[in-house]
């Protein structure tokens, strides 16, 4: 589909959008906030599609004019300047709007849990993922988010073996995704009397924070079967079928209700738990795939895996990945140019996606 095309739609969507917003009366609650979040999210590229529209006819007003007679040479050089610059906005504008048009990642907007531990190198290592664990909260306070260290387990002397925390704020998977991996450190450790440069690693996760999960049970998949209490309970409970058994027929779990004397209160304590057993067993399984994705990001934490390498002797930070390398090592590790390598990361993954795009 043409670049064209699909500004069209997007234009076309918004209207679609404001129109259903104007008639409330026919919208429950749940969709006036879903389509209100979709048009919100329509709402900054929609503005850069008019400008480049605007732009577009300004270039078209502007070559009608130059085929007019009426115009002197020193006007009709003032129109080409015009024009041509005009082309280069809308060269920059087209740009601007294909990464904007770019399937966004469900995650970006979360918070994270952001994992650090100690790989390679003994106490050096420990010492560097201090440093790291300090560079992620100096980060985060230079951008304004909230840094909650969740657990830490010390070493002594300043060394870290792991440490778990949150950070929240906005968008902050978008900037920290790309630090999962192994971090390389080469310095001289304070007790080298040598001089001799020693290589040590530290592993970082950084995963997505998860909602509340809301479990939604649909009632095909139950099957319901009422029956005589039986046990304890009085003459009434045992002589009416008041008892409840739910079996959930897609992951076979079965709840048995039978304490209270009514059916209804029964079902209803049953549902309670198995909506509980439900909502269980999806974070398990949300904790598992996460747990593999963990694993899978930071590796085994040998220096051979590096994304990165922080070079104390020569003041550089390298990223391996896409061949940066900054002479601002203490910068970088107060937090304040970290930003230089994030947006150098995100401005890569944006380059690929558009190529993966184009084809």
């Not at 740009?95 to 050096?124: C, F, H, W, Y």
């Not at 909602?211 to 002589?239: M, P, T, W, Y």
Request: net charge negative.
């Amino acid at each position: 589909m043409s670049l064209q095309r699909r500004l069209d739609q997007v234009l076309e969507r918004h209207t679609e959008l404001k129109t259903a917003l104007e008639n409330v009366s026919e919208l429950t609650n749940a969709e006036m906030a879903r389509l209100s979040k979709e048009l919100s999210s329509l709402v900054r590229i929609t503005d850069e599609i008019y400008l480049l529209r605007k732009a577009e006819a300004d270039i078209a007003a502007s070559e009608s004019m130059l085929s007019g007679e009426y115009l002197d040479q020193d006007l009709r050089n003032l129109v080409h300047e015009d024009i041509e610059r005009l082309k280069k906005y809308i060269d920059e504008q087209n740009q601007n709007i294909r990464v904007m048009l770019l399937p966004k990642d469900s995650n970006d907007e979360r918070n994270v849990i952001i994992e650090i531990r100690a790989g390679t190198g003994g106490d050096e290592a420990g010492l560097f993922a201090a440093d790291l664990l300090r560079m992620y909260q100096r980060y985060a306070a230079h951008k304004g988010w909230m840094f909650d260290l969740l657990s830490s387990n010390d070493t002594g002397a300043g060394s870290l073996r792991e440490a778990t925390a949150t950070i929240s704020g906005v968008d902050v998977f978008a900037h920290l995704k790309f630090e999962s991996g192994v971090h390389r450190v080469q310095r001289v450790p304070e007790t080298e009397a040598s001089g001799r440069i020693h290589t040590s690693a530290a592993t970082v996760a950084v995963l997505p924070e998860a909602e509340d999960l809301d479990v939604v049970i649909d009632e095909k998949d139950l099957q319901i079967d009422v029956f005589r209490a039986s046990g304890a309970g009085g003459q009434h409970i045992n002589k009416t079928e008041s008892a409840i058994r739910i079996t959930h027929v897609p992951t076979g779990l079965v709840v048995t209700q039978q304490d209270d004397r009514s059916q209804h209160r029964n079902k209803a304590k049953a549902m309670k738990i198995l909506r509980a057993r439900l909502f269980d067993m999806e974070n398990e399984r949300v904790n598992a795939e996460r747990a593999a994705e963990r694993k899978s990001q930071v590796g085994r934490g040998d220096r051979s895996e590096r994304i990165r390498t922080y070079n104390f002797p020569q003041g550089r930070v390298t990223d391996h990945r896409i061949n940066l390398t900054l002479y601002k090592l203490t910068q970088i590790l107060e937090g304040e140019a970290l930003d230089e390598l994030v947006e150098a990361l995100i401005m890569d993954n944006q380059a690929r996606l558009l190529a993966a795009d184009v084809e």
